[in-house]
């Protein structure tokens, strides 16, 4: 009869953080789609889409996405989550939309794997900046016009302020930036930046039924109400029509 200092050693499994990419199916990484098709189950936010999904018939699927505005899973919930599968599964896929390392939360997720000692790897993924200016055709640095690029959110923790403070850059790159629209022009406005300044609004990058908007600083500032899926919003010179 085992003891209980005989007993095996409880399983551990290894998660990875996979970037989704954009939104189409066929812009996530070789690695990315490699190990999705060998995960044993997989914890997706509200962004990845089914065609994306179908990667991975054989895995177990389970939702844990965060959509701003609607219903979602609390983060603490995830990262117990991640701790469970890790000890009932043996390949585990946290896959996130773009890349994990931006705007991703990876942070808190990497604390508790860490905390359990969990093995995890990260494989990058297409972010949605540099997706939205190929679609748009539109570079984000030109010699001599833009030498430096700022990805920045309008979301905050709880207990940050709201506002956090505009970044430098020579092209300005706002990702969830349609409710934050008018709220954006207003500052870079009142900051100095011209009225003109160009503008080019993507929204749900790569996918099917994206859309892009070319207009003004000024125009910006009037909101973009009609748009209901993820908008990019990149402001600067380099995005004047060549």
């Known amino acids: 009869m085992r003891t209980a200092a005989s007993q095996p050693p409880p399983r551990v499994g290894k998660v990875y953080l996979i970037g989704a990419g954009p939104g189409a199916a066929d812009l996530i990484t070789v690695r990315g789609a490699r190990i999705l098709a060998q995960a044993d189950v997989v914890l997706h936010d509200a962004l990845v889409t089914a065609e994306m999904l179908e990667l991975c018939p054989q895995a177990v699927k389970i939702s844990v996405g965060k959509r701003s505005g609607q219903r979602s899973t609390a983060q603490q919930e995830i990262n117990q989550r991640l701790l469970e599968c890790a000890a009932q599964y043996g390949i585990v896929v946290r896959l996130k939309g773009g890349d994990p390392m ?41 010699r001599g016009v833009a030498r430096s690029v700022s990805l920045f959110t309008s979301s905050t923790a709880p207990d940050q302020p709201q506002e956090a403070r505009m970044p430098n850059g020579d092209t300005l790159v706002q990702y969830m930036g349609g409710r934050e629209a008018t709220a954006t022009a207003r500052r870079l406005l009142a900051l100095g930046h011209a009225p003109e300044t160009p503008v080019i609004v993507v929204e749900n990058c790569s996918r099917d039924d994206e859309r892009i908007r070319h207009l003004q600083l000024s125009g910006l500032e009037q909101g973009l109400t009609e748009c209901s899926g993820p908008v990019l919003v990149m402001i600067g010179p380099a995005l004047a029509p060549r």
Not at 111 to 116: C, D, T, V
């Open 102 to 142: 931006l705007f991703g939360r990876a942070d808190e997720e990497l604390r508790a794997l860490e905390s359990r000692n969990i093995p995890y790897e990260i494989v990058p993924g297409i972010t949605a900046a540099l997706a939205a200016a190929a679609s748009a055709k539109q570079p984000l640095t030109i």
